[in-house]
């Protein structure tokens, strides 16, 4: 009963608010180790020695190294300064790299907040899916509203043929009857 209690305790942060920490980056979608460490109720520069300890866990495609561009690109994105922080460009996690770190980081916190993480990256997932079903929808609306038009556009050059061309006059029709004088 205890246990439970301490759980329902750690701090539950919405969905939205974690997803709005979820960034694209080389195409993937990421999270700062800053970040992370926030989440998780620890330090960056412990977040990071404990991955550091565990780099095995850590491939490539689970956690990389920010380039200085790519850096400085999300400060400039951030709107902070250069005044103070980091010496070096953080690294980043994918969202497998966000699952590992609930075996490199074994707290209760740190096992709830990778529940909320997931399901942030599990929406934001859905919702990138339903943009692109309903991008595909219009696409093919306008599709159909192309073919409609030219099918329009056909019936009335037709039509307009039709109103247009001048109806020949028909010659008589019948015999010619010259009338002989008396």
């Known amino acids: ?16 608010r974690i997803a709005q920490l979820i960034f694209i980056i080389r195409g993937k979608k990421i999270m ?9 109720g620890v330090t960056t ?30 400060i ?10 980091r010496r070096h460009a953080p690294y980043v ?17 740190a096992v709830q907040m990778n529940i909320s993480i997931i ?15 309903l991008a595909q929808k219009i696409a093919e609306l306008e599709r159909g509203q192309k073919e409609q038009r030219n099918l329009l556009a056909t019936v009335y050059s037709v039509v307009k043929q039709l109103i247009e061309t001048p109806i020949k006059s028909a010659g008589k029709i019948g015999f010619n009857v010259e009338e002989k004088p008396d």
């Open 1 to 16: 009963m205890k246990e439970e209690k301490s759980l329902n305790s750690i701090v539950q942060i919405p969905t939205e």
């Open 32 to 40: 700062i180790d800053k970040d992370l460490a926030s989440l998780y």
């Open 45 to 74: 520069g412990n977040l990071n020695k404990s991955v550091q300890r565990n780099i095995t866990r850590f491939p490539e495609d689970f956690m990389f190294q920010l380039s200085k561009e790519e850096y400085d690109n999300l």
């Open 76 to 85: 400039f994105q951030f709107g902070t300064s250069r005044w103070g922080g």
């Open 93 to 109: 996690f994918t969202e497998h790299g966000v699952t590992m770190l609930s075996s490199v980081l074994r707290s209760e916190r």
């Open 119 to 133: 399901r942030a990256f599990i929406k934001l997932r859905e919702m990138l899916a339903t943009n692109k079903d």
